[in-house]
């Protein structure tokens, strides 16, 4: 299994206007839009539905394995251009390669190498850029071998990715990185190291970390009251300003989810923006923002909670917590305007102590600080949303469960319900996201509850399950 609890690297602040540009070229139809899409985590299906606003995006950001490069398509720039095939792509990628410090150069690996891919090529080659050769379209069993072909264009080693399927991506954003010249210092001072500790996700080590690694994308959804700064921290995610100058669909319902990459992890950040405009607009503005979460979180299995650290924890923070352990949601607790903070330690401990304090489910939160404005300390936030759906499908194995649960009751006894003992027998996770543990025992079910919220602060202590909601079930036996 990938290690998901690598340490976190500094990566470069967020976009400056100098990032490098990577520049996907090749033949129409290879798929250039495709993995451009892939690679930009965008969905064409977000611009594709405005009218007037079809394919208009080229430029775009990308984090891969940590690093912001620009990326530019120069699928459909061909439009406008000389009425040959070769004249058309070598005038769309002109202007792209001029300034790019990396060309990709994208072929199909199912159509095999054709004769303009190799005239395409030589011209290419001539342009001076350093070029990366990808052998799109080489999914299944059969693709890596079709991908070799593409040797015979001199540009070296081709990479075999599957843009559709999303296949190699990972090995082609390495290769990518690896391709670019080292990046710059980071100008902007950043927080020092100790304001952005990570809480409270540390898995046990050994064999007792659970298998599991994502398959699809992780999905995420950024919720906290109005002006926490939720726009500011999606705009930052993704670095540029959607949300704010996206087409007005005046829906209410209109979630989407745009993709992300970061070190070759996917995550899907679920978009209220719609919700989040009719909230604004609304006279009742506390309420809407409830209910925009509630819909954003039915659809994710990480909760960002943002909060304005400069105005500590209020009522409504406090309802959308709720909200997130009533869903069973991970939880990632996102103390954002980190720039205006003076007090750091005080403030960070006051806002913990009264989470906390309100809502058990709550202990041990993970806890990102950052500045959504200026990007400072936002790095950290995707690798600690990646352990929070750790642990969140974290599988506890039912031996030592339950040799934890035997020393519990020992030490701990059960109180009397109506004069007679409960006998708790066994104990299993049956099922995680979030993870849900069932009691066995003859009349389990009259457990009080101090003992349940007991025994669900040991469960995650002991088998370190911090910020996710623990279920407890229990099943009386006959
Ligand atoms: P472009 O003209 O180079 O930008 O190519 P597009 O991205 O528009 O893709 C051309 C066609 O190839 C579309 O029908 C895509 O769905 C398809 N395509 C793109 N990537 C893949 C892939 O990895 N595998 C397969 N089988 N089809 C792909
Ligand atoms: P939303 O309602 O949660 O989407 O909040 P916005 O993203 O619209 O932000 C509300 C206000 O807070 C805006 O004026 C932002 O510029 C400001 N803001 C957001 N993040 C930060 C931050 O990290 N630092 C500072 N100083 N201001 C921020």
Not at 87 to 99: C, D, K, L, T, Y
Request: hydrophobic fraction near 40%.
């Amino acid at each position: 299994m990938a290690d998901r609890r690598r340490p976190m690297r500094p990566v470069a602040p967020l976009p400056s206007g100098d990032l490098p540009v990577v520049a996907i070229v090749g033949r129409p139809n290879v798929g250039k839009s495709t993995l451009f899409n892939r690679l930009v985590g965008r969905r064409q299906a977000l611009v594709a539905d405005t009218p007037g606003v079809t394919r208009d995006r080229k430029e775009g950001l990308a984090i891969l394995r940590g690093r912001h490069v620009r990326l530019i398509d120069t699928a459909g720039l061909e439009e406008a251009a000389p009425d040959t095939l070769f004249g058309r792509m070598r005038s769309s990628s002109e202007g792209a390669m001029v300034n790019a410090a990396l060309v990709l150069f994208c072929v199909d690996a199912r159509a095999g190498i054709t004769p303009a891919d190799e005239h395409f090529a030589q011209w290419v080659r001539r342009q001076g850029r350093p070029v990366l050769l990808v052998a799109n379209k080489a999914e299944g069993r059969s693709g890596a071998a079709s991908a070799m072909e593409a040797y015979a264009l001199g540009l070296g080693e081709p990479v075999a990715v599957s843009a559709e399927h999303g296949e190699g991506l990972a090995d082609l954003m390495s290769e990518i990185v690896e391709h670019l010249p080292p990046e710059p210092e980071p100008e902007e001072p950043e927080f020092p190291e100790e304001d952005f500790a990570v809480d409270g996700v540390d898995l046990p080590e050994g064999e007792d970390v659970p298998e599991v690694g994502p398959k699809g994308p992780m999905r995420l959804a950024i919720v906290g009251r109005p002006n926490a700064g939720k726009s500011t921290l999606m705009n930052a995610l993704l670095g540029e300003e959607r949300m704010i100058t996206g087409p007005e669909p005046g829906l209410t319902r209109d979630s989407v989810a745009v993709t992300l990459y970061d070190d070759g992890d996917e995550f899907e950040v679920v978009d209220t923006a719609g919700l989040r405009r009719k909230a604004r607009i609304d006279e009742a503005l506390e309420k809407m923002s409830v209910s925009a979460s509630i819909e954003a979180l039915k659809m994710a299995e990480v909760a960002v909670l943002v909060l304005d650290a400069t105005l500590g924890v209020h009522e409504q923070d406090l309802q959308i917590a709720r909200l997130i352990e009533r869903e069973g949601r991970a939880c990632v607790l996102a103390l954002n305007k980190w720039d205006m903070v003076e007090d750091r330690v005080g403030t960070r401990k006051a806002i913990l102590d009264r989470l906390s304090i309100s809502l058990a489910q709550m202990r041990g939160v993970p806890v990102v600080t950052f500045s959504a404005l200026t990007g400072a300390g936002l790095r950290r936030l995707l690798p600690a949303v990646r352990d929070a759906w750790t642990v969140w499908n974290a599988r506890v194995p039912t031996g030592e469960l339950n040799r934890w649960f035997e020393a519990v009751l020992e030490r701990h006894t059960p109180p009397l319900v109506e004069g007679r003992r409960l006998k708790l027998r066994y104990m299993t996770q049956v099922k995680s996201r979030p993870p849900t543990f069932v009691i066995f025992g003859t009349r389990a079910e009259l457990l009080p509850e101090d003992y349940k919220r007991y025994l669900v602060n040991g469960l995650r202590e002991t088998f370190d399950l911090p910020g996710v909601p623990i279920r407890l079930q229990l099943r009386g036996t006959k």
